[in-house]
T-cell receptor, first 115, second 111 residues
Framework: NAGVTQTPKFQVLKTGQSMTLQCAQD?????MYWYRQDPGMGLRLIYYSASEGTTDKGEVPNGYNVSRLNKREFSLRLESAAPSQTSVYFC??????????????FGPGTRLLVL | GQQVMQIPQYQHVQEGEDFTTYCNSSTTLSNIQWYKQRPGGHPVFLIQ?????EVKKQKRLTFQFGEAKKNSSLHITATQTTDVGTYFC???????????FGTGTSLTVIP
């Protein structure tokens, strides 16, 4: 099992350009998440999807859109990139359960620089 | 809104010294999770605590959940260079659909 995979690993954009970050998981998890990580800020939730076909805003959704394409895939789109979106982006997935530990599994991250 | 705070932000210790990071939530949590992120890596799940006052151990790591279920701590005994990284706590939202991560504590171990 590959777990959670993300593409690309690195990306440099110019202000105003658009791009889509891809995420896929092969653990049959219902829930998927997009976080951004900035120095001193920890991990902040951008969007999440509790199940296929549903998406909800997290703490910092402005400037982003998401698509839960199917149970496996959850993409994050920047329509018009801004320097403030320079960050490391992590995708994660989990299987909600009240009886066992609900572990979040993270992908390797995408390092994005917006000039 | 719901907040999860963590202190200290940074900690430098000599190898062999102990280390503790503290996590405080603005709301009562149904459970709390701890993650470790190595430099350049991604967060990796360590443990989940569910019960009030719960204490769990993993070798040299001791995790504690407060009686009021609003705070937690991670204590590492006799740190080693392999302990280097950032430790995060995370608590679920009231709806349980999302997690709020603490700001993390970056641990440096000096050989």
């Amino acid at each position: 099992n590959a777990g959670v995979t993300q593409t690309p690993k690195f990306q440099v954009l110019k202000t105003g350009q658009s791009m889509t970050l891809q995420c896929a998981q092969d653990m049959n998890h219902n829930s998927m998440y997009w976080y951004r990580q900035d120095p001193g800020m920890g991990l902040r939730l951008i969007y999440y999807s509790a199940s296929e076909g549903t998406t909800d805003k997290g703490e910092v959704p402005n400037g982003y859109n998401v698509s839960r394409l199917n149970k496996r895939e959850f993409s994050l789109r920047l329509e018009s990139a801004a320097p403030s979106q320079t960050s490391v982006y992590f995708c994660a997935s989990s299987q909600p359960s009240y009886s066992v530990e609900e572990t979040q599994y993270f992908g390797p991250g995408t390092r994005l620089l917006v000039l | 809104g719901q907040q999860v705070m963590q202190i200290p932000q940074y900690q430098h210790v000599q190898e062999g010294e102990d280390f503790t990071t503290y996590c405080n939530s603005s709301t009562t949590l149904s459970n709390i999770q701890w993650y470790k992120q190595r430099p350049g890596g991604h967060p990796v799940f360590l443990i989940q605590l569910v019960k009030s006052g719960e204490v769990k151990k993993q070798k040299r790591l001791t995790f504690q959940f407060g009686e009021a279920k609003k705070n937690s701590s991670l204590h590492i005994t006799a740190t080693q260079t392999t302990d280097v990284g950032t430790y995060f706590c995370a608590g679920p939202s009231n709806t349980g659909n999302q997690f709020y991560f603490g700001t993390g504590t970056s641990l440096t171990v000096i050989p």
